[in-house]
């Protein structure tokens, strides 16, 4: 189970509505508690894949090695990676699976026409070939009416 | 000593510690030193073939060792050395300008469009059974694109599989029929992936491999691996695409559906062994499997698209005869032990038990008779009778000599024809029939009682191959 913090989701909401219709990346800190991950912080980070960004993404290492000693700083860990998918649904593609690290929570920020449309958070295996959905809370589960 | 930071998921295998110190002079050394101390975590680190994993970087303070001397980068004491994950991604499962001009008659329906089509190829559908309902499902489903297909089947391809299971061609025969038929999946689609698992599902392995996939299509000929697949959906929240034929007769519905019924709410108990025939026993018109199967394959791609309404709650009932679909409401039963609102049944049980059939062919009894022996007894001339409880239309396919044919069901009203005081062998196809056969003689007072092993079928391998076998 992962829970996003309301600043921190408002900050990747406003972070995956400026760049659309690319996509956004960036690094999410909180904290591993026994319940699950809590994330309090969002760090948006630029998108450096060098080509069409409507459908990709990526991040570079130094900036994720930035995010993580910006976590060491606070006492927080570094716990997941979030993109957007612009004008399409909240699935974990091949594309994502193919260039996931086991390590962290990866979150999809569906965005329709600018608008959020719904999320979802995967945890991909070490091999890379296959992505289970983990429960994901975030604030605006209560006022969304859900599309499937 | 140089010191390593180790990212948070990965201090679980050093002791909870978020940084180790390790002697050592370049890179290589510090990170095999590393995974020497803590094993658990070399496979984090590391691919089977000891290299880096695709999605590892390794840092000297501020620089990559990729634009250094990569392992044989040369540490220094006061260096820190940071493990940096890779990561990238999209929501390119991006179609080729192939698969948009494949897909093109989809693409232009708003229903499917770029979003389903997408959808689609992400999808991880199961097929259990590569049969008569699993060769229209295999073809229409890689051919619209679902990108992950698995196949679970250790059948090969038999002469009398042609007649429906169209997937496979006469130059199949002998083949598996899983290679088979992903060959002629990849055929047609070339774009997608076929999981081929060779193996007969089980309480053992059913959940591990119905996990990885979102939806379950059941096309088994058989009551324990229904309830088996049944169970297995139900726990683990996948929908069940159910189909069933039998003659000129077919079910289809969708199970395990979030609110909808179970297999089980339909029928809580199995019959008994034996009072339902299967195909193999009872026949089953082959355009029958392609109808019901392209049904399920239909309610397969609606599910994965989330349009229309999906079959769920309503068993269609098809008779080809009468050429009349008809539907019965089915209800979640609140009782029911797997999918009710106090279940019983949480984990896979045997269901060959709970179905009171036995998985292995039954050995010889002391009723039976080789067909070697009858066929010896015959040219010797010894007195017996030989009675074929076969159907009228299944004695004008073949007949053994001098037979005297008393079909299973009418053996009651015809008992009276028989002698107790002649010696009796029954025979039928393949020797299940015969073997019911004796057991109403036995009770009905005959005691010199021979069962035909194997039946027919045995009679062409053993005896005389101008019988034919069907």
């Keep these: 189970m992962i829970k996003i913090d309301k600043p921190a989701w408002e900050t990747m909401l406003d972070h995956a509505r400026r760049t659309y219709p690319s996509e956004c990346c960036g690094a999410m800190l909180g904290r591993v508690e026994a319940t699950g991950k809590a994330v309090s912080l969002a760090i948006p980070l630029e998108n450096a894949y060098q080509g069409c960004q409507r459908e990709r993404y990526e991040l570079r290492p130094e900036d994720l090695l930035w995010a993580d000693r910006q ?14 998918h612009p004008d399409c649904a909240a699935y974990f593609s091949e594309t994502d699976l ?6 962290y929570s990866f979150i999809v920020l569906s965005i329709r026409r600018g608008e959020f449309d719904h999320a979802t958070s995967w945890l991909p295996n070490v091999e890379q070939t296959q992505a289970d959905p983990e429960e994901l809370i975030h604030p605006a589960q209560e ?4 599309k499937s | 000593m140089p010191k390593i930071l180790i990212p948070t998921p990965l201090r679980q295998y050093v002791e909870k510690q978020d940084s180790v110190e390790i002697d050592g002079a370049t890179v290589g050394e510090l990170l095999d030193k590393l995974s020497g101390a803590y094993p658990d975590l070399r496979r984090h680190l590391f691919s089977d073939e000891g290299k880096l994993r695709s999605f590892v970087n390794i840092y000297v303070n501020d620089e990559d060792i990729r634009y250094l001397g990569r392992e044989a980068t040369a540490v220094q004491p006061a260096d820190t050395i940071s493990i940096v994950p890779s990561v990238a991604g999209g929501a390119s499962a991006a179609l080729s300008h192939e698969e948009i001009l494949r897909y093109s008659r989809h693409l232009i329906m708003p229903e499917v469009g770029m979003d389903g089509q997408l959808k689609l190829k992400q999808a991880k559908v199961l097929l259990i059974g590569a049969g008569g309902l699993g060769s ?44 088979s038929a992903a060959e002629a999946m990849l055929e047609i689609n070339p774009n997608i992936q076929v999981d081929r698992h060779e193996t ?9 491999i119905l996990r990885d996939y979102d939806v379950i299509v059941d ?36 199970f395990a559906y979030p609110g909808g019924p179970c297999y089980r709410c339909l029928y809580a108990e199995p019959p008994p062994p034996g009072l339902v025939p299967s195909c193999a026993e009872g026949g089953v018109l082959g355009i029958l499997p392609g109808l019901i199967g392209t049904v399920q394959a239909t309610e397969t791609v609606k599910l994965i698209l989330g349009i229309g309404q999906p079959l769920v ?32 049944i949480r984990e896979l049980i045997d269901y060959h038990q709970f179905c009171g059939v036995t998985p292995e062919e039954a050995g ?10 009858v066929k010896t007894r015959m040219d010797r001339g010894d007195r017996f009778v030989l009675v074929d409880v076969r159907e009228p239309h299944e004695y004008q396919i073949c007949r053994l000599p001098n037979s005297r044919l008393i079909p299973l069901g009418d053996l009651p009203k015809r008992v009276n024809e028989l002698d107790t005081a002649e010696e009796i062998i029954a025979h039928c196809r393949s020797g299940v029939r015969s073997a019911k056969a004796i057991d109403f003689l036995r009770k009905a007072g005959f005691r010199k009682l021979r069962n035909l092993r194997g039946g027919i079928l045995a009679w062409s391998d053993k005896v005389d191959p101008r019988v034919p076998k069907y």
């Design chain 2, 313 to 344: 709650g309503r068993l269609l009932l098809y008779d080809a005869l009468s050429m009349r679909i008809r539907e019965l409401k089915l209800r979640r039963d609140p009782e029911c032990p797997v999918c009710g609102d106090h279940p019983t």
């Design chain 2, 200 to 208: 007969a599902l089980s309480s053992e392995n059913a959940l591990h």
């Design chain 2, 364 to 373: 010889p009894t002391e009723w039976d008779i080789e067909a070697p022996d």
């Design chain 1, 71 to 84: 976590a060491r700083e606070r006492q927080l860990d570094l716990v997941g990676i979030y993109h957007s």
């Design chain 2, 219 to 254: 096309g088994t000929d058989n009551f324990p691996t229904r309830y088996l697949v049944n169970d297995a959906c139900v726990l683990l929240g996948k929908p069940n695409v159910y189909g069933s034929i039998f003659r000129f007769e077919g079910q289809a519905t969708v």
């Design chain 1, 143 to 146: 006022q969304q009416c859900q």
């Design chain 1, 98 to 103: 193919k260039n996931s690290c086991p390590w």
């Design chain 2, 136 to 179: 229209p499902l295999a073809l229409y489903l890689a051919a619209a694109g679902v990108g992950r297909i698995g196949l679970v089947d250790f059948d090969v391809v038999d002469v009398t599989n042609l007649q429906r299971q169209i997937i496979h061609g006469t130059s199949d025969v002998g083949r598996k029929k899983l290679d």
